[in-house]
Structure formats: C-alpha cells, structure tokens
C-alpha cells in the first residue's frame, strides 16, 4: 500500500490539536480539494482537457501511476480498493484493461508522446501478480508510454508475495524504488492487524533485495498497530534499522470509517487503540533511532540514508503539481490542473475501456486559489515550503494569502515561518495532516474526504 496518496480517501479531515483517542475517522491528507466535492458534471472538463494538445511551454512532467488492486488477504486498517477473491483470469481481465487504459492514453493529445518522469506500481500489491503477468504488463504499457528516460520507476510489495525470480523480474522491468511493506516485526502484531506475512519472510526476502541492487529501497512501519506496545515498538525499529534499507517511512496508525477495525468498533466490540500522544511518540523515539543511524529527515513521514540521493521523484512530483495518469480501477489523476478519478467497481471500470473510452467517473477543476492550496498543503508534509518558490510559480506570497493560519500554526509552536522558510517544528512533524486544514477554504474544512 502507498499511504502517500490513498486510493480510497480517508475522511472527514478535520484539525485534532486537542484530540486525544483515535477516534474513527482519519486525519491522512493526500489531495485537496476534498473528494465529495467532485463530480460527473466536472468530468467533461478533464475530457477537455486530455483532448487538448499539450502545450511545452507549461513545462509539466508527466507519471503514470498503475493501481493493481490485489491482495492475499485484506489488512484489518486497510481502507484502500483491492479484492482478495480474484482468480488468474480475473487477474488477466483486469491487466488487459490496465494496458488498454495506457494505450488509450497514448493517444491523447493532452499525453501521446509525452516522455514518462516517473513510474510508480501501487497498491493493493502490485507483488502479487506472477512474473508472467508483469512482464506482459510492462511489455505493452511500454509499447504506449515507454519509460526509459523515467528517473524514477516505483514498486510496492509485500514480503510474503516476493519469490527471487520475481525480485530479479522486477529488477530487470527497470524498478528503481522497491517498497517493502514491513509494518511491524512481531508476528502476533502482523496476524492480529490482519497482515498475509510474518516476519521471517521478511528476512527471506531482503537478501535477494540487496542482491538485486535497486539504486533505493524503502521499508514502511506503522506506528501503533492494535497490539503494539513499547517493547514491540522499540524491536521493530531496532530490526528494521538491522536491515539498512535506504529509507524508513512510519506512519501512524488510523481508523478510517470502511475498514475492518472501525466496523468493528462501531458493532460494539472491545479494541484498545493507542491514542494520538502515543503515536506520536513512537513516531518521535523511530525518528530518533533512525537519525542517530545516519538518516535524515526527508518527509513528516520518511527518513533517508545520508548520502543517498535517489530521494522520492512520485512524491515530489504530485506535491508539486506535476501531471500524473491514475491507471486502473478507482485511481486518481491530475492532468493540467485538473482532478479525475476512475470508476471505483471493477464492471464499471473494465466495460467503458472495452469500448475504447476511458472510464472516468468523476472530476474537479479546482480555482486558482484551490491550486495553490493543493501545493502548499501538500508540499507541508516535506516539513519545509519555500515561500519565494510559490510566488514565482503563483505570483502570491503565501505568507499573506495564509496570514492567519501560519499565525495560528506558530502561536502553537507547529512551525516557524519567514520569508526564506516555513519550517515545522519537530511537533509540527509529528501532526503535519492535523494541521493542514486551517490553510483550507472555510467550505471544505469539515468535509466528508470520500
Ligand atoms: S497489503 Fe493490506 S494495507 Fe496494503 S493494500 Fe493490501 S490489504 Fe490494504
């Protein structure tokens, strides 16, 4: 899973300074404006928009993100589009629509000839489709959109779907950034949390990672797991470190409305969540270790090896506002400043490409102003915004187009703010998407994210 841009959104995204419990709900932020304010009527302007010819002077990159939606079993916190039930010819079905929906793309004028920045493979896990099925994927979407000057081609896995001959395919399809979804190394967390792998196949796996030399490999952990205590947290970390990946992303623990958990908690049924403070402070003890390890700080959410300078291009791409094509079912876009979302059921996604149309479901084109919120928010999660780059790109300094919020955020020590550099404070780290809806439009403040 990537929690950098869920697939399913979490909601509502309300501020939680004083909210202790985790509460249902949750607090992640990967797009602005909220979803439920997008729609069918705003999908003839992304069609407008893909039928226009690119314009080179705009200067976007443009990404191809491929959603493949399968899991071995659904993770209890997990809020994102995926099936557990698919068989190989379902698989088969759905990679042949994937590559139909790239090839459609191709023949846009908004992307045909396009060079690809960025590739990235998410999740579901995209680890859980056979050799064969991957090499016949990529075969065909770089027949459209090939990728060879990309500078980053991203991975998602799960250690318990990696075999060595997948390890060296996904090796040789020119993956750059292999992500591991480690999450936690007790094996009574991971079956609790509802996790497919345990941790020995973790360790079977890193040697023919490391073997495979991808120029960066990322491992997450997520802090607060139902179950989770100090002793576990501290193991967890000391073990990943152990295992010297090049980055460490540690989220925390949420309790989006459509998972497992949260139904759970809503029929009534015991669960001891930890609450936000110690989130938190699990969060703050990994980036401790982490940094005395030889890592700095690269997000809210992840640390990279000194020295290692492959950083995150999807990333930094989306939080800049670059272009990116959302492929597969439910999959998100934003293509000259414009939002779309596929259809999020399988029939309704795989029938329109059948017929050689995309199978755009709803959309948003955002203000200006709604842009540039987009940016700031998001690039707020670096920990680090630059106010002179928005005014070059905006022609508005944020500094008094968000007077109030900044002034807020500092009050509560969350940030420092000049004119060289907004900087979040190591609290403000810790809560960087708690804090991020006091830069929004008053009508999207307590808004349902879906
Ligand atoms: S591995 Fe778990 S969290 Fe990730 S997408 Fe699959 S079910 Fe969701």
Redesign the pocket.
Known sequence: ?NQDLPLVAPEPATTRLDSSETEIGSVFVSNYPPYSFWSDDAVSAARDVLHTPYDPTSDRDLGLYLHIPF?R???KF?Y?R?YTDKNADDISTYLDGLGREVELYAELPQTAGRPLDFVYFG???PSYIGTRHLRALVERVQAAMPWTGAREVAFEC?PGTLTEAKVQTIRDIGVTRLSL?VENMDDAILAENGRAHVSKEIYRVVPWIQEADFAQVNMDLIAGMIGETWETWRETVKKTLELEPDSITVYQMELPFNTVYSRGIRDGEAMTVADWQTKRDWHAYAFEQIADAGYHQSSAYTMIRDGNEAGFVYRDAVWTGQDMIGAGVASFSHVGGTHFQNAPQWDDYLAPIRDGALPLFRAFEPTDRERLTRELILQMKTGRVEPRAFSAKFGVDVLVAFEDAFAKLESERMLVASPDAVTLTHDGLLRADSLLPEFYDAKYRNARYT
């Open positions: 899973m899991c079993k659904r993770c997990c994102f995926v999740g579901g896990t799960e979804g």
